[in-house]
């Protein structure tokens, strides 16, 4: 009894913990869209989804729901109402479906399908939210919001969610030991599969010629700090990838 009520507690620190770093990441965000700086990638969602991999579904939309309004009220959303409400239906979305997923196929295949199929829900359900909160909150007739899905709102969602799962995917491995207060299992010296060395080489370079389409974008004159963040960012995530990917490549022919 007393072990559950202490596991019960400790779960609630450490929820507590993912909450609080996700409110000071929240702090972090920027465009990924040029033609559409309205729409930002909240760095806020990591953790959150990050909390949903280690805690379960519910409790990882406890920390989102909690972060993002503890943010809201303590800054304001940059966007007012319509900001927040958005955000908290994307991150319900992902949380909910990657969460339930990973907990039933807890692996490095399972933990990929989940994100994969948490992001193409999360970006298809902010379709028909649009089309129905942006009209209430923005003044906007559906007609007017109806072009922007496949120019500005579908693809800023999947390149949202495509950075977000592969960081996720990334960091969680080294994470997960801490959350769970156990030790990490040792390395063993296994190949990594050709396929999956190829997609993330493949993602690095995507990474980088997107990089270089924003500095294309920008120089016509944007020269907001988000943006620049925005660009660095996307920049070295690319890079780091490509490395890590051509490493592995490298690695498995010796």
Known sequence: MQTNVNSRTLKLVKMALMIAV?????????????????????????????????????????VALISILLHDLLMGPASGPYGMIMHIIAAAVLVLISGFLYQKFKSKKGAIISLIVGGLCMAG???????VVTPLFMGLPVSAVI???????????????????VVVFYLYKGISPILHGVKAAPETKKR????????????????????????????????????????ITILVAGIVIIITGVVSLVKRKK
Do not use: Q, W
Request: with cysteine; proline share 10%.
């Open 22 to 62: 996700a409110v000071i990441f929240s702090f972090i965000h920027f465009p990924i869209l040029p033609a559409a700086p309205f729409l930002e990638f909240e760095v806020s969602d990591i953790p959150i989804l990050i909390a949903a991999f280690a805690f379960g579904p519910i409790p990882g939309l406890v």
């Open 125 to 131: 359900v902010m379709v028909p939210a649009n089309l």
């Open 147 to 165: 072009p922007m899905l496949p120019t500005v709102i579908i693809p800023f969602n999947l390149i949202k969610v495509a950075i977000l799962c």
């Open 192 to 231: 990594e599969p050709l396929g999956a060395a190829v997609i993330r080489t493949i993602i690095g370079v995507g990474l980088v010629v997107y990089f270089a389409y924003l500095v294309f974008a920008l120089s016509g004159g944007a020269t907001l700090t988000k943006d620049t963040i925005g660009v």
